[in-house]
T-cell receptor, first 118, second 114 residues
């Protein structure tokens, strides 16, 4: 049981190049998320997919696109990378709905992708 | 705007000592508050979760408290170990949003030294 996996671990892009970050989970979770983490800031939600077949914008969606390929996989695409997109990107997943205690199920995070755009 | 503020930004303690990390939030109404541990180069891992009606929750040497009236939470680490060196992040889930839109604090960077 690998949990949430992300590829690649590291990537360097030139301004204007495109790339796709891949994320997969093997926990049969319904919901998946993409975050970015920048120094001095909390994690910020880029896009999420509450269930297979749906995607929604988060706090900072500009410059990104996502695809929920199937229940396991959720990819993040940068069509024309900019230096402002230099960041660490985390994918997360969780079971949709509420636990018996009434709280949303916790999110499980992947190991992250460190992206540098020059 | 919903905010989560943590203090101190960083902290150095000696192995075996206790410490307390603080979290103040303005998210209201909220569903639950979580503390995550993030080791360097890794993704965050959940330590505790408390709903608005809970006052305290423990996970081994980690004890979180919540005062929903003052909108404050704390994470107490007992008998610290070198492996506790990490960033500790306070995360609040607003009542609206269905658990999808979390508000993250910037974290407290803890270093435990010999």
């Amino acid at each position: 049981n690998a949990g949430v996996t992300q590829t690649p671990k590291f990537q360097v892009l030139k301004t204007g190049q495109s790339m796709t970050l891949q994320c997969a989970q093997d926990m049969n979770h319904n919901s998946m998320y993409w975050y970015r983490q920048d120094p001095g800031m909390g994690l910020r939600l880029i896009y999420y997919s509450a269930s297979e077949g749906t995607t929604d914008k988060g706090e900072v969606p500009n410059g990104y696109n996502v695809s929920r390929l199937n229940k396991r996989e959720f990819s993040l695409r940068l069509e024309s990378a900019a230096p402002s997109q230099t960041s660490v990107y985390f994918c997360a997943s969780r079971t949709k709905g509420l636990s018996s205690g009434g709280s949303p199920y916790e999110q499980y995070f992947g190991p992250g992708t460190r992206l540098t755009v020059t | 705007k919903n905010q989560v503020e943590q203090s101190p930004q960083s902290l150095i303690i000696l192995e075996g000592k206790n410490c307390t990390l603080q979290c103040n939030y303005t998210v209201s109404p909220f569903s639950n508050l979580r503390w995550y541990k993030q080791d360097t180069g890794r993704g965050p891992v959940s330590l505790t979760i408390m709903t608005f009606s809970e006052n305290t929750k423990s996970n081994g040497r980690y004890t979180a408290t919540l005062d929903a009236d003052t909108k404050q939470s704390s994470l107490h680490i007992t008998a610290s170990q070198l492996s506790d060196s990490a960033s500790y992040i306070c995360v609040v889930s607003p009542l609206s949003g269905g658990g999808n839109k979390l508000t993250f604090g910037t974290g407290t960077q803890l270093k435990v030294e010999l």
